[in-house]
């Protein structure tokens, strides 16, 4: 979803519907298509969203239909999943990015997770709740209307889930800060955080939100680089190629990177399906061609013989 430019799912995406997909009958068959090729990557987290205007429609009314298909064929290809719960329905909000009614939200990933208790272990409470784009509230709103209910929530579902605190777009220190000043610390087990920077400056990124976690005395919680990538088009992606390879194999605290994304894809209104812009992003080309960085990865990927 692109709360910003439209309200509903990207037709060139896992959740489109029937009738409103770009180039396919369903979601479900871009689901299948590119778990297979993620598995391949012998990925270890696939960080999806999981857009609660499109699981609950109504209040209190829920449509699992497509999350439950996508849960189960990650299991089948042993896949495990990080869903990323956000956005805001119409009925529970002016806009997607509106901060939700913190009983509302709560009842959601409640429900959520008592769903998926057994086959997802973490959670990532929102994206980007820095950005206007995707968050129209502050810190002290996220914190209260969606960090705390969301965290007691799912501990409620389940125990030994990990919480991963929303990823802020950049290393957003004053934002991190602001988590802490309004009450934060208590409700997430991971630090996350966004760089789209594409050079070695993102390992310095990565220590200055390590220091925040010392500042607060939480040195030990672990840090997650919950998005990294850049746009290349064609094969031949060399910046691409050498961003994984240095992320992936020097020292650094971080102890989870996650690429944005599979493959290049394209930005889309909906219905009918119409084309905003095409991003390239991805290790594969919009038609599943691997470029040099999706060898490159699954090599470093791949377990130990």
Known sequence: MRPWRYVGANPDGWWCKPGACNGVANGSIVVERELKLIAKLHVRLLRLEFPRPL????????????????VRRARHYHVRLLPLLLYTPAWDGATPATPPHPQ??????????????????????????????????????????VLQPGYRAIKRADPHARVVLGGPQTADIPWLDDVYRYGGS??????????????????????????????????RKPIWLGE?????????????????????TEKAPIAL?????????????????????????????????PKRGFATMRALLAPPR
């Open 55 to 70: 699981i609950e429609p109504q209040p209190n009314v829920y449509d699992w239909r497509r999350s439950d298909y996508i």
């Open 104 to 145: 509302s939200w709560y009842r959601f990933v409640a429900a959520f997770a008592h769903r998926y208790r057994a086959a997802i272990g973490a959670y990532d409470l929102w994206d980007e709740p820095d950005l206007q784009l995707y968050w129209t509230g502050d810190a002290k709103d996220y914190v209260h209307d």
């Open 186 to 219: 208590r409700f997430f087990d991971v630090m996350q955080f966004h760089d789209y920077v594409a050079d070695r400056q993102i390992f310095d990124h990565a220590r200055r939100v390590q220091a925040v976690l010392r500042a607060h005395r939480q040195g």
């Open 228 to 248: 990294y990538g850049v746009q290349e088009p064609g094969v031949d992606d060399a910046h691409q190629d050498a961003l994984i390879r240095f992320v992936l």
């Open 257 to 289: 990177a996650a690429w944005y994304s599979l493959r290049d894809d394209d930005v889309m209104t909906c219905c009918p399906p119409a084309l905003i812009k095409h991003e390239t992003y991805g290790v594969m080309t919009k038609d599943y061609v």
